[in-house]
């Protein structure tokens, strides 16, 4: 069974810029989650999808945002990109009836030059 | 503000020894509690998952939960040298409430 794909591996860009960072989920599950890893720092929450809609999001700005597609894999953008926002974008997955176990994908590392 | 506070590390231990890995939440009503371990570099892997009080075991990897105390833990026996790697402690209050991370605890296995 395939593991949750993402899409670039690396990506880089200049300030100001946007950013859209894409993501596959494990065959039969339906929730998506978007984290962002900041070097040294924890995982912080960003976006969660289920079902094409929006069910969580984390304390980041509006500048941050995503969408979940009929067949749930999902993207994330990110907008007017900051020198801040660099860091390893992680997408994870499960199952309708298992929300809590999360599967990570590989990452974005994302650079803002 | 719900947390989850773990000791960053580094904790260091000998290859062989058993290796004793702490988080505590704050969050009572919490349902569910993960340990993801991380190698440098990569994405977190799920290791375990546990949800009643009491210990969990799954080969050399043993999680144990106090619900009163807000007290999870990972005792990982035998420590190998493939063991070091950054360790998550993850706490899930139920319904659409998010997964909420620790920062991590750093493990270095000692050969």
């Not at chain 1, 990110?78 to 660099?86: F, H, K, R």
């Amino acid at each position: 069974e395939a593991g949750v794909t993402q899409s670039p591996t690396h990506l880089i860009k200049t300030r100001g810029q946007q950013a859209t960072l894409r993501c596959s989920p494990i065959s039969g599950h339906t929730s998506v989650y978007w984290y962002q890893q900041a070097l040294g720092l924890g995982l912080q929450f960003l976006l969660w999808y289920d079902e094409g809609e929006e069910r969580n999001r984390g304390n980041f700005p509006p500048r941050f945002s995503g969408r979940q597609f009929p067949n749930y894999s999902s993207e994330l953008n990110v907008n007017a990109l900051e020198l801040e926002d660099s860091a390893l974008y992680l997408c994870a997955s499960s199952k309708r009836q298992a929300q809590d176990t999360q599967y990570f994908g590989p990452g974005t590392r994302l650079t803002v030059l | 503000q719900k947390e989850v506070e773990q000791n960053s590390g580094p904790l260091s231990v000998p290859e062989g020894a058993i290796a004793s890995l702490n988080c505590t939440y704050s969050d009572r009503g919490s349902q569910s509690f993960f340990w993801y371990r991380q190698y440098s570099g990569k994405s977190p892997e799920l290791i375990m998952s546990i949800y009643s009080n009491g210990d969990k075991e799954d080969g050399r990897f043993t999680a144990q939960l106090n619900k009163a105390s807000q007290y999870v833990s990972l005792l990982i026996r035998d420590s190998q040298p493939s063991d070091s790697a950054t360790y998550l402690c993850a706490v899930n209050s139920g319904g659409y409430q998010k997964v909420t991370f620790g920062i991590g605890t750093k493990l270095q296995v000692i050969p």
